[in-house]
Nanobody, 115 residues
Framework: QVQLVESGGGLVQPGGSLRLSCAASGTIFGISSMAWSRQAPGKERELVAGIFSGGATNYTNSVRDRFTISRDSTKRTLFLQMNSLKLEDTAVYYC?????????WGQGTQVTVSP
C-alpha cells in the first residue's frame, strides 16, 4: 500500500510559476514509476509528466520545456515545477505511482491560472 498526498496548488497569473509536491508513504521501496496527470473541467484526464526508477523522465508535448518533474533523494517526495503557466494549464493535478504493478492515486490539487 502507498499513500500519496499532493500539495502546492493554487491561483496564479499567466506566466507565473507553481511547484507541486506529492508526499508518498507506505511501501515506497516498491515504487517503479511516479507521474503527474491533470484533468481540466469537461476534459479527460491526461498524463503530464512521468519519472522512472532509473531517473528517466517524459513529458506531454504541451508542457515540455515549461514543467520539470523530479524526486527527492529519499524518493518519498515527487515534485512538479511549473513555469510559464498558461490559462490552459488550469486543472486538478494528480500524483500517481506504480507499485508492484498496481497504481495508486492521490486526491489531487487544484491549479488555477487566471489573470
Amino acid at each position: 500500500q502507498v499513500q500519496l498526498v499532493e500539495s502546492g496548488g493554487g491561483l496564479v497569473q499567466p506566466g507565473g510559476s507553481l511547484r507541486l509536491s506529492c508526499a508518498a508513504s507506505g511501501t515506497i521501496f516498491g515504487i517503479s514509476s511516479m507521474a503527474w496527470s491533470r484533468q481540466a473541467p469537461g476534459k479527460e484526464r491526461e498524463l503530464v509528466a512521468g519519472i522512472f526508477s532509473g531517473g528517466a523522465t517524459n513529458y506531454t508535448n504541451s508542457v515540455r520545456d515549461r514543467f520539470t518533474i523530479s524526486r527527492d533523494s529519499t524518493k518519498r517526495t515527487l515534485f512538479l515545477q511549473m513555469n510559464s503557466l498558461k490559462l490552459e494549464d488550469t486543472a486538478v493535478y494528480y500524483c500517481h505511482a506504480v507499485v508492484y504493478g498496481e497504481e495508486y492515486w492521490g486526491q489531487g490539487t487544484q491549479v488555477t491560472v487566471s489573470p
